[in-house]
Each structure stands twice: as structure tokens, then as C-alpha cells.
């Protein structure tokens, strides 16, 4: 028997980012390389635990606004044509290359797995790949989770708060139980952002957990018994866990993560940027801007501008490696904790952004796969759990209040609220009392009226993501963050306005629901009061 758990949560979230008025889009890309380098890695390491009889738990947040994407006819067609350039581009990097043993192996590697990314993606799951996780999870070893509706950072709307609050977990709540066939156990709360009362929200639409940074717990009142090593209940009856900070740091620290090791492939290193721009202008975007590819020949080799050849095998040994040093440190984690806690086995709570898996962390999947099947095979001291499975094993756990709290930055909300893009809470305050105001004097609104009030409420909810912020507050793709924010604040007046001087137009809803299709359930009577 186990002496304590392991619970490894990947969060998977993109802003909609949707633009059928343009063949090719930049921001589109976002999405297309998360697909490649990241959520097919990760089915693929998913497939193989399966077909070796693995026993494995992990657990993974699909927001809403990513499944809507994945989801979505024209964007599964535009990445289709976006793997038919990469794999045409490999195969040319093949011929390219053929008088360099080392670049050519690599370049045969790439177009392998672009090959087999389009099998996966188009033969096996019919190019939506959203069927592949609730087929994971329909099987036992993935417990599937919600996020808020469009990652609206929940502490910061003041406005008409509540109701604020409750459409975006309404919204989300709704969306995976049509997907799913049930409500969804747990949610990942955007930038683990909580504000106390969310709670009640949540217990609400059936939602039995959600995650806070470490000090959302360790600030909680009353004083936790047990850190971060236990669940806890609200006032409300909801579980909330707490991250683990040394399992976090392995992975996420710039100075001693797992995917700064030098072995590593080095991300800033691509084609895309390094070859000739005739050679390489017809796989880079439209207007001849240079982009990243994918295909990357250099390994990180140090803090210095000369890198060596990426070599697979010696990254592959240094993600085994390093799967067996975190294993063995979340051991004797668990060795010293269960010694202190009683009958009560701890758990660990291990949450990591997965587009870090893989994309940005080449081998990030392969280090999973190592370290499931170590934990599974190599040792009984830690199990492998999620946290729905991990909350069935007590029937007590104290009640807690947690402090308000988000990670990022300073761990208070900076991120989301400083010089840079302050500016924006102004509008999503007056948006929310506008939407609320108009759900609640037109409760039973029909034909353009009704088609007008949920567009609204899309626009609304679209305005709300926490990543025009998150964007303006790094300084990259900045430009495009305050067009969208601009983009959806205008619709959004526009069609108040409309609806308040009754002089909507077919055309303009029209086009906008055409545009901004997202959730084409949603009823705006969620705004009223």
C-alpha cells in the first residue's frame, strides 16, 4: 500500500482565437502548435499506457474556449492545411540536408511525426480531438476538468459580481456536461484566481473541487492542520487543493527546472528564423513575417549564443533521468509527511500549464511517460491519483476558508491589474451592468432581439479572458490583445445600443454571430438579476 499520493494536474487552456475573414492568421497558429507539439504528444504517451496496461491517473483541464476551437469545422480544415506545409517543408529540410548526417536524421524525425500527427488528428479522432480525451477519461486513467467559460479572472469582476461570476462557471459547466454526458468534478479556477464566496457559485453547478496557489491555502482561516497535503472543505461544501511548491519548482524555475537542462532542445532556434527567407517565405506567414515552425536542430548546450546539434537519444536518457530524480523527491516527501499526518495519507498536488509539455518543453511528454511508468513499476511508496478519486478515500476534511489569491506574480492578482493593462477593468465593469441590466428588462426575449442578447453575452464573455492582460503585461502580441478587447467592447455597445433604440440589423448580428460563434447555446438570461 501506498504511504501517499501523487496527483499531476496539466491545465490546457488558449484564448478563442478564430478568424475565418483571413486564410492565414498568426494568432491562429497558437492553436495549430499547441495540437502538433503539445495535446498529440500528450494522447500519444495517453495511448501508450493503455496499450502496455498501465495503470495511470492523471488529471487535465480543457477550458472552453480551447474545446470550442478543437472543436471548430473551420479551424480542424485550416489546420489540416497548416500540417501539409510542415510536413512538405520536412521534406524538403530531408532533401536539404542530406549531406549532414546530423540535421538529416532530425529532419526525418520531423516529418515522421508531422505524418503521424496528421493520422492521429485526421484518422484516428476524425479531426476532433477533444473525442480523444473522454475517450481517456471514459476509460478510467484521465479525470477530465472545466475552467471558467473564456478564462475570466474571477477575483477582479467587481461589477454585479455574482452575477458576473456565475456566468462564467454556468457557461463552462453547461458546455462539459453536453461534451461529457456529466457535470464536471473539479474546475482549475483562471490563474487559480479566488475571491471567498466563489465557492457557493460553484458548489452551485455541481462542482466538487477546485485548485488555489500554496497561499491561498496557507493563508486560509482557520490555520490548515494539514499545509498543502490535504484537500479542504468550504464553508459551502466545496474541496479545495492547495499546490505543492517544491514539485512545482522542479519543473517551472528558469534556474533549476528540468526543461533548462542543456541536452534539451532549445526552442528559440528554429528554421523559421535561421534559413534563408526564400527558401522559407512559403511556410511562414502570409506577409512574409518569420515565424516558428517547429523544426528546431539545436540542443540548449549552455548559456551561449554557439549551440550544437539537438541529439534525441541524449535527451531522451536526461528526461528518464530527471523523471527518476523527481519520483525519488516527491518519496521521501511523502516518507516525511506521512509520518505527520496521522491516518490521513498525503497528497501532493503537482499543477503545470500543458502547453509546457511539449511545446515549450520538447521532451515535457516523454518526462511523463518516464515517470508514470517509474511510479507505476519502480517503487510503493506513492501512488498515482486524481483529486476526485483522492476526496472518495475520507469522509472528514476540515473547513477552510481561503484567502483571496491567484498565482503569478507576487501572487495577488499584479499580473492582471497593473499600469498596462489596467485600463481595461473600466469597460468590462460598464459591458457586465449593461449585459445585466438588458437580461434583466427583457427576460423573454424573441427572434433578433433574443439572438442579439446572446450575442452580447458571448462578447461579453470573450471581452473577459484573462489573456488580453496576461499578453499586455509580457509586451508580446500586444497589438492584437487591444484590437480584441476593442473589437468585442465595440460589438458589444453597438448591439446595446441597438437593442435599446430597437434598430438591430439581420446583417450586423448576423455577421457577428458568424464571427464569434463561440458557445451557440447560451442564453443571456444567465445575466439576470
Not at 480531438?129 to 477530465?144: I, M, R, S, T, Y
Request: glycine residues 6%; proline residues 4%.
Amino acid at each position: 500500500m501506498p504511504k501517499g499520493y501523487l496527483a499531476i494536474v496539466l491545465h490546457a487552456h488558449l484564448p478563442y482565437v478564430r478568424h475565418p475573414e483571413h486564410d492565414d492568421f498568426l494568432e491562429e497558429d497558437w492553436l495549430f502548435e499547441a495540437i502538433t507539439e503539445t495535446y498529440i504528444p500528450l494522447i500519444k504517451v495517453l495511448d501508450g499506457f493503455v496499450r502496455d496496461g498501465v495503470d495511470y491517473r492523471l488529471t487535465i483541464s480543457l477550458s472552453p474556449t480551447l474545446m470550442s476551437m478543437l472543436m471548430d469545422g473551420h479551424l480542424q480544415s485550416k489546420y489540416l492545411k497548416h500540417l501539409d506545409k510542415l510536413i512538405e517543408l520536412s521534406e524538403k529540410e530531408i532533401e536539404r540536408t542530406k549531406w549532414d548526417e546530423r540535421f538529416n536524421k532530425l529532419a526525418e524525425m520531423y516529418h515522421s511525426n508531422f505524418i503521424e500527427a496528421r493520422h492521429i488528428f485526421k484518422d484516428v479522432y476524425h479531426s476532433n480531438l477533444v473525442n480523444a480525451f473522454k475517450h481517456f477519461q471514459d476509460a478510467g486513467g484521465l479525470e477530465v476538468i472545466t475552467c471558467c467559460a473564456t478564462h475570466g479572472f474571477l477575483p477582479l469582476m467587481e461589477v454585479e459580481r455574482r452575477i458576473a461570476v456565475r456566468a462564467q462557471v454556468k457557461v463552462a459547466a453547461d458546455m462539459y456536461e453536453k461534451i461529457f454526458g456529466r457535470r464536471p468534478l473539479g474546475i482549475w479556477l483562471p490563474e487559480c484566481g479566488y475571491n471567498p464566496g466563489d465557492d457557493e457559485i460553484l458548489k452551485k453547478e455541481g462542482i466538487k473541487y477546485f485548485f488555489v496557489d500554496t497561499h491561498g491555502v496557507l493563508f486560509g482561516t482557520p490555520r490548515p492542520r494539514f499545509g498543502v497535503f490535504s484537500p479542504y472543505l468550504t464553508k459551502h461544501g466545496v474541496a479545495v487543493f492547495g499546490r505543492d511548491t517544491e514539485s512545482s519548482k522542479a519543473v517551472w524555475s528558469a534556474v533549476e527546472g528540468y526543461p533548462g537542462d542543456y541536452n534539451y532542445r532549445e526552442f528559440y532556434r528554429d528554421i523559421g528564423f535561421d534559413l534563408d527567407h526564400d527558401y522559407i517565405r512559403p511556410y511562414i506567414n502570409a506577409d512574409g513575417t518569420r515565424v516558428m515552425t517547429g523544426i528546431k536542430y539545436h540542443r540548449i548546450t549552455g548559456i551561449t549564443n554557439h549551440k550544437e546539434p539537438y541529439v534525441p537519444e541524449y535527451a531522451r536518457d536526461t528526461a528518464a533521468n530527471q523523471a527518476g530524480n523527481f519520483m525519488f523527491n516527491r518519496e521521501r516527501q511523502i516518507e516525511h509527511l506521512a509520518g505527520q499526518m496521522g491516518d490521513r495519507k498525503p497528497i501532493i498536488v503537482a499543477p503545470y500549464d500543458a502547453e509546457l509539455f511539449g511545446h515549450w518543453w520538447y521532451e515535457g511528454p516523454q518526462w511523463i511517460d518516464f515517470l508514470v511508468r517509474k511510479i507505476r513499476y519502480d517503487q510503493d511508496t506513492i501512488a498515482l491519483t486524481t483529486p476526485g478519486e483522492y476526496l472518495k478515500k475520507y469522509k472528514k476534511y476540515q473547513v477552510l476558508t481561503p484567502s483571496f489569491s491567484s498565482w503569478g506574480w507576487k501572487g495577488y492578482c499584479e499580473v492582471w491589474l497593473e499600469g498596462s493593462n489596467d485600463w481595461l477593468y473600466r469597460h468590462l465593469h460598464k459591458m457586465t451592468e449593461r449585459m445585466v441590466e438588458l437580461a434583466s428588462t427583457r427576460k423573454h426575449a424573441k427572434g433578433i432581439v433574443q439572438r442579439a442578447l446572446n450575442q452580447m453575452a458571448r462578447e461579453l464573455l470573450l471581452a473577459q479572458s484573462s489573456d488580453w492582460a496576461f499578453i499586455m503585461k509580457t509586451g508580446s502580441h500586444v497589438t492584437y490583445a487591444v484590437e480584441r478587447m476593442r473589437a468585442h467592447t465595440e460589438n458589444f455597445n453597438e448591439l446595446y445600443e441597438d437593442v435599446k433604440n430597437n434598430n438591430l440589423e439581420e446583417d450586423y448580428v448576423k455577421g457577428l454571430e458568424e464571427k464569434n460563434n463561440i458557445f451557440p447555446d447560451i442564453d443571456y438570461s444567465i445575466y439576470s438579476s
